[in-house]
């Protein structure tokens, strides 16, 4: 089966399933497994939709929130198959994995898959924290409503403030962003935020530096995301 990814951790997932051959195109962002020998056909927002036609893929696999509505129909005017993949949880995100390793890919259920279902549902609370979560600068963007990320983040006892908002990702005022909250957790993607760049906005709040992969990426680096986010929460 040929088939092009267009998600990051999507393509670390069919590659860690033991068919790294499949992938004949992957995005410029792909960045797990090192070595990959695919075609890169863009970015994630940005695809370049006549490379991924050109490499006539059985597949392409894409996500509603990383991916454009307009690029995911342009494909399929050009007769290809795109599965979308919907993941607002870590159930949702199980789901979808199995939906796409082991039924439309035909592969073997990974271990690392069960594994990381296993890690997840042994895990205890670290702490117990009202926290903002900021993922851009300049604007200000934080997690919002229904996000994977926060819903891993509730589940090690960092609840997302501003998790009841209407939007999922929204702009909130430098002076409104940390109301109620006891924690900042500061991830390095798609903001790279560092110890000198992003807990100087935060004065007198702990902020927790965290690594974006295992907060966002729904893929093998699940199995080992509670123990490492676990521990930048509590050296915060």
């Not at 068919?19 to 970015?43: K, N, Y």
């Not at 924290?129 to 200000?140: E, T, Y």
């Amino acid at each position: 089966m040929r088939v092009v990814s267009l998600v990051p951790s999507l393509t670390e997932a069919v590659a860690e399933a033991g068919a790294p051959g499949a992938l004949v195109g992957v995005t410029d962002w792909c960045t797990h497994p090192a070595g990959l020998a695919a075609r890169r056909i863009g970015g994630t927002k940005n695809p370049d939709v006549a490379a991924v036609t050109g490499l006539r893929p059985d597949l392409v696999i894409a996500n509603e929130e990383e991916n454009r509505a307009p690029d995911l129909a342009a494909l399929r005017a050009a007769g290809l198959r795109v599965l979308v993949t919907e993941i607002r949880d870590l159930d949702g995100a199980f789901r979808e994995l199995d939906r796409l390793l082991v039924r439309e890919l035909g592969l073997p259920r990974p271990g690392w898959l069960d594994a990381a279902e296993e890690a997840w549902t042994a895990l205890a609370p670290v702490g117990d924290w009202r926290a903002v979560v900021p993922v851009w600068r300049r604007p200000w963007m934080v997690l919002g409503r229904d996000t994977f990320a926060g819903d891993l983040l509730a589940r090690l006892g960092a609840h997302n403030v501003h998790a009841g908002h209407t939007e999922r990702y929204p702009r909130i005022p430098a002076d409104a962003l940390t109301e109620g909250c006891d924690l900042v957790v500061l991830p390095d993607e798609p903001y790279r935020f560092t110890a000198q760049d992003g807990p100087e906005a935060f004065p007198g709040l702990p902020a927790a530096l965290v690594s974006g992969r295992h907060l966002t990426w729904y893929g093998p680096s699940l199995a080992e995301a509670p123990r490492v986010l676990g521990e930048a929460l509590r050296r915060a």
